[in-house]
């Protein structure tokens, strides 16, 4: 099952997300793949200390036979990762010459998909060629977003770009999404949220990530939050995170 994390909008925990689910879903001994498609590589950074010597951008660009090439192992047990580097931005303005430009990381990632329960794509926050990669890639969309004051703004633009990428109806689309940085003190009820998304409330995930210390201080050290403390709120909260998305998948 490939999933693409994605949002047009910044700043509502896309990284943290992709990095945490698939660590949690890794730590299930469900052999696990992360692609960091974001040219800032933030998700690369807390797996790999070192710079690789093969990265995404070999993973897109070489023949879609040789993408094992490009798969490094981390440190968790069950879990690798093709990582980002800066060469990704040129990348994607060399792909604007490509035929089929769309569909080389869905190509690329059908050489792999057999070998993994799970491959988690970490898309970067714009609308562009590398997001449209994942989009066609995607078994599922998972979209985090942050309750408040334009929480969905842009979701249909992305909703409608990817149907029609992938010639189907938005309405026939698989996708979740996922409330991140939620607030108590803020938002008075979980239906408050429902209201929020509307006519997507059917596809709002049972399972909230709440705004937490732990989170922060885990991004700030570059680690999952399960590495950083496993019995946080943030790790606890991410850990129901990966049971439903297991739930959807059977």
Do not use: W
């Amino acid at each position: 099952m490939i999933i693409a994390v994605t949002n047009t909008k910044g700043g509502v925990g896309k990284t943290t997300t992709s990095v945490n689910l698939a660590t949690g879903l890794a730590a299930r001994n469900l052999r696990t793949l992360i692609v960091d498609l974001d040219p800032q590589g933030h998700a690369t950074r807390c797996f790999l200390t070192e710079p690789p010597d093969r990265d995404v951008t070999d993973l897109i660009m070489e023949k879609p036979s040789q993408a094992e090439r490009s798969i490094l192992p981390t440190d968790y047990e069950s879990l690798d990762i093709v990582a980002a580097t800066d060469r990704l931005t040129e990348t994607a303005e060399l792909l604007q010459t490509r035929i089929r430009r769309e569909e080389r990381l869905s190509k690329a990632l059908g050489h792999v998909v057999d070998e993994y329960g799970y491959i988690v794509v970490d898309c970067p926050p714009v609308l562009g060629v590398l997001s449209y990669n994942a989009l066609v890639a995607a078994d599922t969309l998972l979209i985090p977003v942050q309750p408040g004051v334009g929480a969905i703004a842009g979701l249909d633009q992305l909703l409608e770009t990817a149907a029609e990428l992938r010639d189907e109806e938005v309405e026939d689309l698989s996708y979740r999404i996922l409330t991140t940085m939620f607030e108590i003190r803020t938002t008075r009820t979980n239906a408050m949220v429902e209201d929020l998304l509307g006519r997507h409330r059917t596809r709002l995930l049972r399972s909230i990530i709440s705004k937490s210390e732990s989170l922060n201080q885990a991004n700030l050290a570059g680690k999952p939050a399960v590495a950083f403390a496993a019995s946080s709120r943030g790790a606890q909260e991410y850990d129901l995170l990966c049971e439903e998305i297991g739930r959807l998948r059977s």
